[in-house]
């Protein structure tokens, strides 16, 4: 596949293959979270945004498999570093303390393992001072061990914000406020306070700023004289520097300062969850960056292909086996792809191609002005348009699909774009005509108060 010349090519979708294969997919597996019946055939040519279903169809896919595949398909800084390294049975060793060794010196190894891969990591992050980093699988694992080890150094009680998603393990769902769907019937760790997540533009109307005695919600709560939490009893405040899953919302820079106050004056760690916008997706290195907020913890996972916790070692507990995970740290597969991918990421010219795309993207839809879109935010390419309501947004979501475009929802009724970090001009210009013609859609325009089939946020 040419991805110079490459567009999308659909006969239907979903067609007959997809169906078998999402139907047999279905005869064992747990229901999960739908998004649509895309089969994705890894037999057949992709790059880039560009792959092919089972059927044939040619589709562009602008999820970036929700920031997971922060390059797309096949991207050749990553594919040709893969290729040189020569592949072991096992691939996994059991966790961060079992060591494998890539050939050559640890410095300058044949083959990239975890330990390279906690270089690279603290590499990015010593602008925070955070020297020290614990492995897992997964980003719910990440947001754990985080959790944990600021719980391990102080207090039971916690601050999260509206709208916030942080993972589906009980931990980390105790922390979300996205969907009800996600915790309902679900055992929580108990002391967990909710703020709202202040994105608004100008004065502020979401209830984070108050007429009391600190002026937002947090810091009244934590006043020595008049709030009704002990800043002593409070072990983090966990927040993500763009909203993923609530919406795409970006914060108000007057409550980062708040936030940054509050962490000062009562010295409580801040976790930055930068699993969906970390690692160049909004045009720096991590979503934090875009703040003046030093966070006492990073979190990451997707495009890093294994998860990870950075923090300073001060903040790690000392004794052994207080943190350990069997396979965690040890996927010798995923940590060379880490290591290939961070090298992508930090080469010349991609985060400045971020920020020019993401610019260009929100030109275009600001010129088109389409119908039924209330907003267009966000950063880099992590990019939100939101719909006047729920079903319009799922539809639209749909006649995408049946023109070759991959898109997602996430909040309420909002659609996320998430093109590869290396996504060029004309891949944007011919991913956003497919886009706005989709919006103009009958079946679109139509659109009323029933409900369309199926939930697109993942």
Same mark, same amino acid.
């Given at each position: 596949m040419d991805r110079e010349t490459a567009e999308p090519s659909v006969r239907s979708m979903p067609g007959e293959k997809a169906e078998q294969w999402v139907n047999y997919h279905h005869e064992h597996a747990a229901p999960s979270t739908y998004v649509y019946e895309f089969v994705w055939d890894i037999t057949e040519d992709a790059a880039g945004p560009f792959c092919t279903d089972v059927d044939g169809n040619v589709l562009m896919d602008f999820t970036s498999h929700?920031? +997971?595949?922060?390059?797309? /398909?096949?991207?050749?800084?990553?594919?040709?570093?893969?290729? #040189?390294?020569?592949?072991?049975?096992?691939?996994?060793? +059991?966790?961060?303390?079992? /060591?494998?060794?890539?050939?050559?010196?640890?410095?300058?190894? #044949?083959?990239?393992?975890?330990?390279q891969l906690l270089d690279r990591l603290t590499d990015l992050t010593e602008h925070y001072d955070l020297d020290t980093v614990f492995l897992s699988n997964t980003g719910a694992e990440a947001v754990e061990n985080a959790i944990k080890i600021c719980y391990a150094n102080r207090g039971h009680r916690a601050f999260t914000f509206d709208g916030a998603f942080h993972g589906r393990t009980l931990g980390a769902l105790s922390l979300n406020r996205s969907k009800t769907a996600h915790r309902k019937g679900y055992p929580e760790i108990g002391g967990v306070v909710s703020a709202p997540y202040c994105s608004c533009e100008g004065e502020c109307t979401c209830g984070w700023k108050t007429n009391g005695p600190a002026g937002n919600v947090v810091a009244d709560k934590l006043h020595p004289k008049r709030g009704v939490v002990d800043p002593e009893e409070v072990a983090y405040l966990i927040m993500e520097p763009q909203q993923g899953e609530g919406g795409y919302r970006v914060p108000n820079e007057d409550f980062i300062a708040d936030i940054v106050d509050i962490q000062q004056t009562y010295d409580i760690p801040v976790i930055s969850d930068e699993i969906q916008a970390g690692l160049g997706r909004t045009g720096e290195l991590w979503g934090v960056d875009h703040t003046d907020l030093d966070p006492d913890v990073i979190t990451s996972a997707k495009g890093l292909r294994v998860g990870a916790t950075v923090a300073n070692e001060e903040l790690f507990p000392s004794e052994t086996g207080r943190l350990s995970s069997t396979w965690g740290a040890g996927d010798i597969v995923a940590a060379a792809q880490g290591v290939a991918t961070i090298d992508a990421i930090t080469s010349d010219g991609v985060l400045d191609n971020v920020t020019a795309r993401g610019r260009q993207a929100k030109d275009v839809l600001h010129d088109a002005d389409p119908d039924f879109v209330e907003d267009v935010r966000g950063r880099g390419l992590m990019l939100a348009v939101e719909f006047d309501t729920k079903e319009r947004r799922e539809a639209v979501v749909h006649a995408c699909l049946e023109r070759g475009l991959l898109v997602l929802g996430c909040g309420h009724k909002t659609l996320r774009l998430l093109p590869p970090l290396d996504v060029t001009e004309r891949e944007i210009d011919l991913a956003l005509d497919i886009f706005l013609d989709a919006i103009d859609d009958p079946e679109v325009r139509h659109v009323g108060a029933s409900k369309v089939d199926g939930e697109s946020a993942v």
């Open positions: 929700v920031a +997971a595949a922060p390059f797309g /398909y096949n991207n050749p800084k990553i594919m040709d570093r893969l290729e #040189e390294f020569d592949l072991v049975d096992p691939s996994k060793i +059991a966790g961060q303390d079992f /060591y494998a060794s890539g050939g050559g010196s640890p410095e300058d190894p #044949e083959t990239p393992t975890s330990t």
